[in-house]
């Protein structure tokens, strides 16, 4: 299942080789909501795997992006003791102006009005 969020990315990590065949880089965003008056701020730690990497080198701290991750979870057993963990694993991450840019050309006319009819309509001309 995938899922998607919208943040300010606060912390860029260097990618780490954890063993010969695998290799993981965290980033954190911050995530702001408001809810009845309050305002609620959350730290978010993500990570990509393997090519995935370089995902956030050209992004930098501070800039709004947004993440589309998956939610992976783990069983890990040692010395008979269970433990359990969870991923957030990141496997998209586009800045927030470019989503805007892409979607609404700054040569594009804006959409028309719809609570203003034109000057030679009337308004009792409706079919029904």
Not at 9 to 16: D, G, S
Not at 28 to 50: A, P
Not at 75 to 99: M, S
Request: aromatic share 10%; net charge negative.
């Amino acid at each position: 299942m995938s899922f998607e969020i919208t943040g300010k990315l606060i912390e860029k990590y260097n990618t780490i080789q954890v063993s010969d065949r695998f290799k993981k880089r965290e980033f954190v965003i911050e995530k702001t909501e408001s809810n009845g008056g309050m305002e609620f701020t959350d730290h978010i730690k993500f990570q990509l795997t393997q090519d995935r990497c370089n995902l956030v080198d050209n992004i930098e701290v501070n800039a709004e992006v947004k993440i589309s991750f998956n939610i992976r979870g783990n069983k890990w057993e040692k010395e008979g003791k269970v433990n359990y963990f969870t991923n957030l694993d990141a496997w998209r991450i586009e800045k927030a102006q470019d989503l805007s840019q892409s979607n609404f050309p700054g040569d594009m006319p804006p959409p028309p009005q719809m609570d203003s009819l034109p000057p030679d309509s009337e308004s009792d001309d409706l079919p029904f």
